[in-house]
């Protein structure tokens, strides 16, 4: 009788095999990092390239969490967009040039080379967008981004705060907790940082429009 392998036990049973563990994303993204904390703080101590990347690599599933809270957090930028990409809106031909109104009524009484020539010049027709109703509501929608803007902005810098610091972070739940502790504070930096942006990019974009 041959005698019992190493896959066999002295009853005669035959041990379980280790089941080869699946890949799953979330698990790399909350997994826990190989360096104890008091690594961590030596690193913070000693700001190099080296300890940089180190300690973002270690952190870098709750930094994608906290990343992907302030995207999902600020879904009214998303009807914001689709309302001005004109997607939702009717296209209609208007004159390129305001000198074209005048000339056409012009080129009722006088047809000549001259105003043929200026016509051509100054009669060129562009595709306009129409604001409808479905655009007016999605741009009410994303006038929302007045309350989601603050509330994530403080909940995602509360989490950035924790990974410097070497706390341990659990990204939704430290979302959940600051923002209950600061509900009125978070609501009226949101609504003041919106106004300060939103002037900001109109006088960029009337600045770009009108420099020539």
């Not at 300690?55 to 930094?63: A, P, Y």
């Not at 600020?74 to 000198?99: D, E």
């Not at 027709?125 to 994303?142: A, K, Q, S, W, Y």
């Not at 989601?148 to 972070?169: C, H, P, Q």
Request: proline share 3%; net charge positive.
């Amino acid at each position: 009788m041959k005698e019992l392998n190493d896959k066999e036990t002295e009853t005669g049973e035959e041990t379980p095999k280790k089941k080869r563990k699946i890949f799953n994303i979330f698990d790399w993204f909350y997994r826990d990092g190989k360096v104890d904390e008091k690594d961590d703080i030596k690193a913070l101590e000693n700001p190099t390239f080296a300890n940089f990347f180190r300690l973002m690599w270690k952190k870098l599933g709750k930094l994608m969490s906290a990343n992907l809270i302030m995207v999902f957090g600020n879904f009214p930028i998303i009807f914001l967009l689709l309302a001005s990409s004109g997607i939702l809106s009717k296209t209609s031909v208007a004159p390129l040039y305001q000198a074209w109104a005048p000339l056409a009524g012009i080129s009722l009484f006088q047809d000549d080379a001259v105003t043929s020539a200026l016509l051509g010049i100054y009669g060129v027709h562009t595709e306009i967008n129409v604001i409808n109703t479905p655009t007016r509501v999605f741009f009410l929608l994303g006038l929302l981004i007045i309350f989601t803007w603050g509330f994530t902005k403080v909940g995602t810098t509360y989490i950035y705060r924790n990974l410097m610091s070497g706390e341990a972070v659990f990204p939704f739940s430290d979302f959940i907790y600051i923002i209950k502790r600061n509900i009125k504070q978070s609501l009226l930096f949101g609504i003041i940082d919106v106004i300060l942006i939103s002037v900001f990019g109109y006088n960029l974009y009337f600045l770009i429009s009108n420099y020539a």
